[in-house]
């Protein structure tokens, strides 16, 4: 079956960094998302890997190992406003993407 | 670029009516769109998938007749949901991919619906 696991909730402070770690099993594997959704809104799209490594935008680095069925997102330099769920999404054969409950992050001051 | 928005935001309406939730895509021709829904603190629930011009491919256990999907355009997608109860109340979300930027979805903003 396809199934998706990531913490259920973490917290950190702001200014620090944090790893949300995320394993998966699918059906086939045409890369993975990482989407940030506050309470109450639709996801927004934070990266795409394709490819194992480490790819950076801004504050946030997402990694791929596909030969594991591991990725992590990576928040540097946290800010209140990133308090939200972080969802990993592994897109299958049939280019659908497959959700799991996402990782609550919670930012103290 | 890359936006899609969502009429209404937020909806309310009694037991038996029905609501029709539209998904535009306004800078981009979305050839495939998807309606997912989602209950407090769970995860995305994909409800179907539609293609422009063709009917909607639904997922098991969402019902078709209940659920109406209609994709006539590029740009626009509606879902319908017919004869609504209290169960239905949910986050609905559409999402539409272009195709061509690795088959990336972009979210609408969602429609929170309550049936009282």
């Known amino acids: 079956g396809q199934n998706i696991d990531q913490p259920t909730e973490m917290t950190a402070t702001e200014g620090a960094i944090v790893q949300i770690n995320c394993t998966y099993q699918?059906?086939?594997?045409?890369?993975l998302f990482w989407y940030q959704q506050h309470a109450g809104e639709a996801p927004t799209f934070l990266s795409y890997?394709?490819l194992d490594g480490l790819e950076e935008k801004g504050r946030f680095s997402s990694f791929l190992s596909r030969s594991k069925g591991y990725s992590y997102l990576l928040l540097k330099e946290l800010q209140m406003k990133d308090s939200a769920s972080y969802l990993c999404?592994?897109?299958?054969?049939?280019?659908?993407?497959?959700w799991g409950a996402g990782t609550k992050l919670i930012i103290k001051p | 670029g890359a936006v899609v928005s969502q009429h209404p935001s937020w909806v309310i309406c009694k037991s038996g009516t029905s609501v029709k939730i539209e998904c535009r895509s306004l800078?981009?021709?979305?050839?495939?769109m998807f309606w997912y829904r989602q209950f407090p603190k769970q995860s995305l629930m994909l409800m179907a998938t539609?293609?422009?011009?063709?009917?909607?491919?639904?997922e098991q256990g969402v019902e078709k007749d209940k659920f109406l999907i209609n994709h006539a355009s590029l740009t626009l997608s509606t879902l319908t949901v017919t004869s609504a109860h209290p169960e239905d109340s949910s986050f609905y979300i559409c999402?539409?991919?272009?195709?061509?930027?690795?088959?990336?979805?972009?979210f609408g903003p969602g429609t929170r619906l309550t049936v009282t």
């Open positions: 999402s539409a991919s272009s195709g061509r930027e690795l088959y990336e979805q972009y």
């Open positions: 800078d981009f021709q979305a050839t495939t």
């Open positions: 539609s293609n422009e011009g063709s009917k909607a491919t639904y």
């Open positions: 699918t059906s086939g594997f045409n890369g």
């Open positions: 890997n394709v």
């Open positions: 999404a592994p897109m299958d054969s049939n280019y659908q993407l497959i």
